[in-house]
Nanobody, 115 residues
Framework: QVQLVESGGGLVQPGGSLRLSCAASGFTFSGYTMRWYRQAPGKERELVAS????????NYADSVKGRFTISRDNAKNTVYLQMSSLKPEDTAVYYC????????WGQGTQVTVSS
């Protein structure tokens, strides 16, 4: 079965950096677009970034362009989200996701940006 396990969240000061990882299993990872979403308290879940199966194509929400970088290692079945210049408004639970017939989600990892 499809499993997605996020890690790397935590508490960071404004201006700091974090790298999130999402380890995938149960499907042919190299054949699917991967996505990172986030959900802040009281807000809807929003798409942060996506990366194509080969990693050649990436897309970002306007709010994170120039600060976040999505990447993947198909040999390790892992997708990453490098987050830099973090702001308090980046505080959210971050989820990775894949569509393999239906949507699959990880359990999420909490990112808190605060001084």
């Amino acid at each position: 079965q499809v499993q997605l396990v996020e890690s790397g969240g935590g508490l960071v000061q404004p201006g700091g950096s974090l790298r999130l990882s999402c380890a995938a299993s149960g499907f042919t990872f190299s054949g699917y677009t991967m996505r990172w979403y986030r959900q802040a308290p009281g807000k809807e879940r929003e798409l942060v970034a996506s990366i194509s199966d080969t990693g050649r194509n990436t897309n970002y929400a306007d709010s994170v362009k120039g600060r976040f970088t999505i990447s993947r290692d198909n040999a390790k079945n892992t997708v990453y989200l490098q987050m830099s210049s973090l702001k308090p408004e980046d505080t959210a639970v971050y989820y990775c996701s894949v569509v393999v017939g239906i949507w699959y989600w990880g359990q999420g990892t909490q990112v808190t940006v605060s001084s």
